[in-house]
């Protein structure tokens, strides 16, 4: 990261603003909003909830819960701190500005320019997108009544990000640096 002319903030989220709207206010919905996780409406407009781990990675995400530019009365502490339920949550978008996310458990090593999406794993949270491909020793489609086996992740997942940094994690969560194009 230092390459790039930046070092991680303390207790912020925002590493290099560029172009990031801020989105205020939302309150938190039901579940754990914390900063660097990407969120998506609630159960009306004013509301916003983590991305579900699985189940709606496909959904239209409103962004990033951020610790930068909010109210300073609700923001959390530290950043593994939650917002508590009905705190102002600024949500932060528009692509093109560096933040730190957080990455999910998965055992993987996500390398400098890797793009990141929405985890199954940990809600709000990202993992490296896998590309789809063929097994080795696959057969050929030729004909429209085959069933090849595809492997890797679904296309329409969305990508959040690209990483700024190579990292490795071995089964524990932690942070990452991504230039955000949501």
Same mark, same amino acid.
């Given at each position: 990261?230092? /390459?790039?002319? @930046?070092?991680?903030?303390?207790?912020?989220?925002? =590493? *290099?603003?560029?172009?990031?709207?801020?989105?205020?206010?939302?309150?938190?919905?039901?579940?754990?909003?914390?900063? !660097?996780?990407?969120?998506?409406?609630?159960?009306?407009?004013?509301?916003?909830? $983590?991305?579900?781990? &699985? /189940?709606?990675?496909?959904? %239209?995400?409103? %962004?990033?819960?951020?610790?930068?530019?909010?109210?300073?009365?609700?923001?959390?502490?530290?950043?593994?701190?939650?917002?508590? #339920?009905?705190?102002?949550?600024?949500?932060?978008? !528009?692509?093109? @500005? &560096?933040?730190?996310?957080?990455?999910?458990?998965? #055992?993987?090593?996500?390398?400098?320019?890797?793009?990141?999406?929405?985890?199954?794993?940990?809600?709000?949270? =990202?993992?490296?997108?896998? $590309? $789809?491909?063929?097994?080795?020793?696959?057969?050929?489609?030729?004909?429209? &009544?085959?069933?090849?086996?595809?492997? !890797?992740?679904?296309? &329409? @997942? *969305?990508? =959040?990000? *690209?990483?700024?940094?190579?990292?490795? @994690?071995? %089964?524990?969560?932690?942070?990452?640096?991504?230039?955000?194009?949501?």
């Amino acid at each position: 990261m230092a /390459a790039f002319g @930046f070092t991680k903030p303390l207790n912020r989220i925002v =590493v *290099q603003p560029g172009e990031a709207r801020l989105i205020i206010p939302y309150k938190t919905g039901v579940g754990t909003v914390r900063p !660097g996780f990407f969120v998506k409406r609630g159960a009306d407009d004013n509301t916003v909830i $983590l991305t579900a781990a &699985s /189940a709606d990675r496909t959904l %239209g995400v409103v %962004g990033m819960a951020g610790a930068d530019g909010g109210n300073v009365y609700y923001m959390p502490a530290t950043l593994t701190a939650t917002y508590n #339920s009905g705190d102002e949550v600024p949500v932060l978008s !528009g692509g093109g @500005f &560096s933040a730190m996310v957080w990455h999910d458990t998965s #055992s993987e090593t996500v390398t400098l320019g890797d793009n990141v999406m929405l985890s199954a794993l940990v809600p709000g949270a =990202v993992c490296k997108a896998t $590309l $789809l491909t063929i097994p080795a020793g696959g057969t050929a489609v030729t004909s429209g &009544s085959a069933t090849p086996t595809i492997m !890797g992740a679904d296309p &329409s @997942f *969305q990508v =959040v990000g *690209q990483a700024l940094e190579t990292l490795s @994690f071995a %089964g524990t969560a932690g942070w990452l640096t991504i230039k955000l194009t949501i």
